[in-house]
């Protein structure tokens, strides 16, 4: 394997491992936010990123990724200041903001890097290892920053806070200290250029806009329910430090999801598709049940959204030009956050104005839908359509 992939992994490691991540939400709540309120700073999380996501990868396409990745870390510790110096809605809506800037200029941006490295060294058939194991990675890092957070939070939130920007600081060390991405640094052409170049790239190929059709899907539901497990595990009856675990269970789920989702490469497309499906029932039955041991049923299915995901990146980065890479990335993470703000908005309507129950299995409900759909849209295309 490449020496540089040390420091991918290195990065993705710092960047997950925030204490706070598994107790945002239930710090919200215990500074007195309603479930409106609570999906109004999620929402702002989903739309500050997608407003910014597509001139992101515009902009990793001309300039240096590493710094981009190290400047994104910034805007996130001054989100964390803000919740210091604030406990309040405002503050809890401008945090957020603050990373969703920070998904924007993060997210496509580490993929094209990792992927035109390998390239670089002729490893591109490497990129669903590398990139899934860059994942596990972070969510063992989330496993533990969950592991310490459910001890750390008799110390108070703001303990963890301060914590989590020691840690933050240090990942934005290690982006630094990532490969320059020399053939990015050379394209040097207009931001508007770039920008119409891979739109058409996306709009002359229908595969190519598959794959980021259902990988938007697949980002939306699994990203946007991501803030929501906490409530789910204390809406179960669970206290804060066994919310934390939780969490953690659910970090290794992805940890494995992850690591082992390169298995299925070869896989054909409907696979997926009822993956998706099952994920869908895993997570409706939990939300009917709503029983201590209905998390039982979330961990698999948030290990299962993994597998999804870093198989259609994969397929989808074969599938698309160098020059454009970080560009149409973008245009996918892009179409996952608009979806994702949407799904945010129905479901803080439906735990305000019925339950969180409801809207957990709503959510449940619509992926299954998706999934199901999609496998009967595949059954009735051309033979060869079923292949990727």
């Known amino acids: 394997m490449p020496r540089f992939v040390g420091r991918v992994y290195l990065f993705k490691a710092l960047d ?99 992927y035109d490295e390998l390239h670089g060294e002729g490893r591109s058939d490497d990129y669903s290892r590398v990139i899934g194991r860059a994942q596990g990675v972070g969510f063992a890092a989330v496993l533990l920053a969950s592991l310490s957070a459910s001890v750390s939070v008799q110390f108070g939130y703001t303990a963890i806070l301060w914590a989590s920007v020691a840690v933050v600081i240090g990942a934005a060390g290690a982006a630094i200290a990532l490969p320059r991405a020399r053939k990015t640094l050379k394209v040097g052409r207009h931001y508007l250029v770039l920008l119409k170049q891979g739109f058409h790239t996306v709009a002359g190929a229908p595969l190519v806009l598959g794959f980021i059709a259902f990988a938007a899907m697949s980002n939306a539901f699994g990203g946007g329910l991501e803030g929501f497990w906490p409530i789910f595990g204390s809406q179960t009856g669970l206290p804060a430090s066994q919310v934390a675990l939780f969490v ?47 998390v039982a049923l979330i961990v698999p299915a948030a290990g299962l959204f993994k597998v999804v995901d870093v198989n259609f990146d994969a397929r989808l980065h074969h599938a698309i030009p160098t020059e454009t890479r970080a560009t149409i990335a973008a245009v996918k993470s892009f179409a996952g956050q608009v979806i994702m703000t949407g799904m945010l908005m129905v479901f803080g309507v439906l735990a305000q104005g019925v339950s969180y129950r409801i809207a957990f299995m709503a959510c449940g409900g619509a992926i299954a839908l998706i999934g199901l759909g999609a496998l009967a849209r595949n059954r009735l295309s051309p033979p060869a359509s079923t292949q990727t």
């Open 16 to 114: 997950a491992f925030v204490l706070i991540y598994p107790l945002y939400t239930v710090m919200f709540v215990a500074h007195g936010l309603t479930p409106v309120q609570v999906s109004a700073t999620l929402m702002a999380w989903s739309i500050t990123a997608f407003i910014l996501q597509i001139p992101s990868g515009v902009l990793a396409d001309r300039y240096s990724r590493r710094w981009i990745l190290a400047g994104a870390q910034v805007l996130r510790v001054i989100g964390f200041l803000v919740w210091i110096a604030s406990p309040s809605f405002l503050s809890c809506l401008v945090g957020m903001m603050l990373w969703g800037a920070k998904s924007a200029f993060t997210n496509g941006v580490f993929e094209a890097l990792v």
């Open 248 to 294: 953690a269970a659910i970090s290794a789920a992805q940890a494995g999801g992850s690591l082992t989702a390169h298995r299925l490469r070869k896989a054909t497309t409907p696979v997926f598709f009822a993956l998706f499906a099952l994920i869908g029932l895993l997570i409706a039955a939990a939300a009917a049940s709503l029983q201590p041991w209905s």
